[in-house]
């Protein structure tokens, strides 16, 4: 009879211990499954992150570009002018009275609109006519 109580209480002692050894892998595997929703979540993240740093910085290699550009362009703008600074007034009237020859003016619109004289009109007139 002892050997019978033993037998049951071993064979009861096994059947807890298998029974908490079931649960212990049913919740392993719960927590594996919660791990791998996790490590999805977190892998997603991470992509929909990297996508907005190359978004970034694509969109700071534009802006790089554009101000390249926008230097180039604005760079020559200071010698350009003191150069309109330097040049003589005059000139401007006499390309001025080149362009207005060109249209049909005649010798009194060249001295009222560019400010020439007589003599400079007729000659304007003269050279341009052809």
């Known amino acids: 009879m002892i050997l019978e109580v033993a037998v049951i209480v071993l064979f009861l002692f096994w059947a807890g211990t298998l029974a908490i050894f079931l649960a212990h892998i049913r919740a392993q595997r719960q927590i594996a499954v919660q791990q791998a929703q996790g490590d999805a979540l977190r892998d997603q993240r991470i992509k929909d992150l990297a996508k907005r740093v190359d978004d970034y910085q694509n969109g700071n290699v534009r802006m790089g570009e554009d101000l390249h550009e926008l230097r180039a362009v604005v760079g020559p703008l200071p010698d350009k002018l003191a150069q309109l ?4 007034p005059s000139s401007l009237s006499f390309a001025q009275a080149a362009r ?3 249209m049909g003016a005649s010798v009194d619109e060249l001295t009222q609109s560019c400010g020439l004289t007589q003599a400079e009109a007729e ?4 050279l341009h006519k052809n």
């Open 100 to 102: 207005l020859v060109g």
């Open 85 to 88: 600074e330097q040049r003589d």
């Open 123 to 126: 000659l304007m007139s003269k």
